[in-house]
């Protein structure tokens, strides 16, 4: 097609599920529930560890950190698929596309971060109980979770802002419920190996060194807790753990497996219900995961109840 054709975008077609009409009512519901769930028990979360003295810990500070980036990071994919789903042409325009790579990008560093934050609290705790209190102080944890929202911060306006500068003036339909990364830069009308390069580097900083510091702290706590020499006290370490432990396996599994695939015809659909994985279905299931498995939180939302019910009494 000759350039002169071209005509530059306004609003990019979302395909997403387009192709998959005979299960879009189911999907809408589904995606529906789960960003329901997420809301209301990410909300949960971070109204229980602020008005909870129990919970005023550090490794409560960074799972509020956390609630919150997920209330965030589903509200900026899961309106949209809705809308998406009961239209004829799903579409978002250009500038709100911008902003929703920035804010993906955003909460996904800042998520990789926190992540890598949490298993760190972790490995101090169980592997340094004694220095604790003075390694994970109150002015150290803001510091920690400062430093992963400025990462995200940063990488978002980053990203948004030089791939948005670029020429955008030929074909406007990506296979996707949500404008990710790649398959947005590749309808930029002009060579963006630069830009795929950089990506590539940036995702091995910001998602694949977290991963494997998170992976090595535990070989450490591991290492550490089966040397307690009291079956107890090993259970209450490896109880602390494994919540955050079922997250990361959820959140990187699903990640991993989306964008260490190759970008073929055959592997779009399997990557598409992939990232509905950690974009719509994780941020409900942590509040569920920590809830589950954390006597303390379910001991705070007991009290809490009694609280109300004596209140209103």
């Not at 949960?44 to 919150?68: A, D, E, R």
Request: glycine share 4%.
């Amino acid at each position: 097609m000759r350039k002169d054709n071209w005509t530059c975008l306004i609003e990019i077609v979302l395909l997403g599920f387009s192709d998959f009409k005979m299960v879009e009512e189911l999907l809408f519901c589904l995606v529906l529930m789960f960003y329901v769930t997420a809301l209301m028990g990410n909300s949960l979360i971070l109204t229980l560890t602020i008005v909870s003295p129990t919970l005023h810990t550090p490794m409560y500070f960074f799972l509020w950190n956390l609630s919150f980036l997920e209330i965030g990071y589903t509200s900026t994919i899961s309106p949209k698929i809705l809308v998406n789903l009961l239209t004829e042409k799903p579409s978002i325009s250009l500038c709100g596309c911008g902003f929703q790579l920035c804010f993906f990008v955003l909460f996904s560093v800042t998520e990789c971060c926190l992540l890598c934050v949490m298993a760190y609290d972790r490995y101090v705790a169980i592997c340094k109980p004694f220095q604790y209190p003075y390694i994970m102080n109150y002015k150290e944890c803001a510091k920690l979770a400062a430093t992963s929202w400025t990462f995200g911060i940063l990488m978002g306006l980053g990203h948004s802002i030089s791939i948005f500068t670029l020429p955008f003036c030929g074909l406007n339909r990506i296979r996707h419920f949500f404008c990710d990364l790649m398959p947005v830069l590749r309808l930029a009308s002009t060579n963006t190996y630069k830009y795929e390069v950089a990506n590539a580097i940036l995702t091995v900083v910001f998602v694949l060194v977290p991963l494997l510091l998170i992976l090595y702290s535990y070989i450490l706590i591991i290492s550490t807790v089966l040397m307690m020499p009291v079956a107890k006290n090993r259970h209450k370490a490896f109880s602390t753990c494994s919540s955050h432990l079922i997250v990361v396996f959820l959140y990187y599994g699903a990640i991993t497996a989306t964008h260490i695939r190759p970008n073929l015809a055959s592997s779009l659909d399997r990557n598409r219900f992939l990232a509905l994985l950690y974009t719509v279905v994780t941020p409900a299931l942590i509040p569920i995961i920590y809830s589950l498995r954390n006597e303390e939180i379910k001991a705070a939302f007991k009290k809490s109840v009694a609280r109300k019910r004596i209140f209103f009494m």
